[in-house]
């Protein structure tokens, strides 16, 4: 079946059980559509909230998570991916996960300046910092903001080693800081590219670039010397699992060294939406694809466990695992390790610059 039209990825706005949000109404994708026919180009309802932290550096001390730091430059992100695990953290700003995380966002426009504030601290010690663990840093919103370039610029400066996961080929327009850094070890990309299919890609991530884009900056990147991963995640069975091979196919064409996957999460708020995303755009297997995921994780929607959350069990996670180590060796993928270096790290220069350094 077909998988229909979508202007936004959610198909609800309702609020989260865990802290007794009220229900939101959807405020209406026929809007869109309604302008397009009249002639007219569709109202951006996207709205920006800016956001004052106080630090910009995230910690983290998952086990089964490869990097201890990030950086997040907004909160939500307009790409709308029904299946994104960041959803559910809109419910802290009292916000849905629904729509209201693709269209109510939060920049945080002072981020370089408190990234450099936090590596001029004594005794800091260097290790890759990750963009886009979260949400998208390369949304379209960064066009205008402009947040995550000013954080490069910033570790560009310093010498400080950095990983980026983002699907937009806007990455590519930071070539001129990514590339001189990857001539010294200090940055690798991991495109996240989940579908080929442009028709399944206009509803599972409507707001994300058409999928020849991000190959196409697969190609970029790698010929500026970056080196450069693909992320097939998530995998969703029977609607993008049949794709595996021919994504990385693709990716080692496209000069990419190295790749991972990951089976779909649904945690916390996601499960709903994901399941109402399928009543609608994909009623005929609908109860196929949430009985498969249910046997990769335990019988539940979702596996919170550490290292298991990110593998999936049973026979159709350990059929995933068989088939993309089979496709990464017939295509010369995952053959080395790609690591970034830090011990290149200088502190920031102060107001004065060098005069006094």
Request: aromatic letters at 8%; proline letters at 9%.
């Amino acid at each position: 079946m077909a998988a229909k039209r979508a202007v936004r990825g959610a198909t609800l706005n309702t609020g989260s059980a865990r802290f007794n949000l009220p229900t939101r109404e959807e405020d209406g994708d026929w809007l869109d559509d309604r302008e397009t026919l009249d002639g007219a180009p569709p109202r951006l309802r996207t709205t920006v909230t800016v956001e004052t932290p106080r630090t910009i550096i995230t910690r983290n001390q998952s086990p089964d998570i490869g990097f201890d730091r990030s950086i997040n430059p907004y909160r939500g992100c307009e790409h709308g991916c029904i299946y994104c695990f960041a959803r559910p953290t809109h419910a802290f700003h009292d916000l849905s996960p629904g729509l209201d995380f693709e269209s109510k966002l939060f920049a945080k426009p002072i981020a370089a300046d408190l990234l450099r504030a936090e590596l001029s601290k004594p005794g800091y010690i260097p290790l890759p910092i990750a963009f886009g663990t979260n949400t998208d840093p390369y949304q379209p919103i960064e066009s205008d903001w402009r947040i995550t370039r000013a954080c490069i610029e910033v570790l560009a400066e310093t010498d400080h080693p950095l990983t980026i996961t983002t699907k937009s080929d806007r990455v590519t327009r930071d070539l001129d800081l990514l590339a001189p850094m990857a001539a010294k070890g200090l940055v690798a990309v991991a495109m996240s590219i989940t579908t080929l299919d442009p028709a399944i890609a206009m509803t599972l991530e409507p707001r994300a670039p058409a999928p020849a884009r991000p190959l196409a900056a697969v190609k970029r990147l790698s010929e500026a010397g970056i080196p450069t991963y693909v992320s097939i995640a998530p995998v969703i069975p029977a609607i993008t699992d049949h794709e595996i091979e021919h994504i990385l196919e693709k990716a080692a064409d496209g000069g990419a060294r190295a790749a991972f996957f990951m089976p779909v999460r649904l945690p916390h708020e996601v499960a709903p939406l994901f399941r109402a995303w399928l009543d609608e755009h994909f009623p005929d297997r609908a109860g196929k694809v949430m009985a498969t995921i249910r046997s990769m994780r335990g019988g539940r929607d979702n596996d919170p466990e550490f290292h298991s959350r990110f593998r999936g069990q049973g026979a159709f996670g350990d059929l995933l695992r068989t088939r993309f180590t089979i496709a990464c060796r017939k295509y010369g993928l995952n053959i080395e390790r790609i690591s970034v270096r830090r011990d290149l790290f200088r502190p920031p220069r102060g107001p004065q610059g060098d005069l006094f350094g």
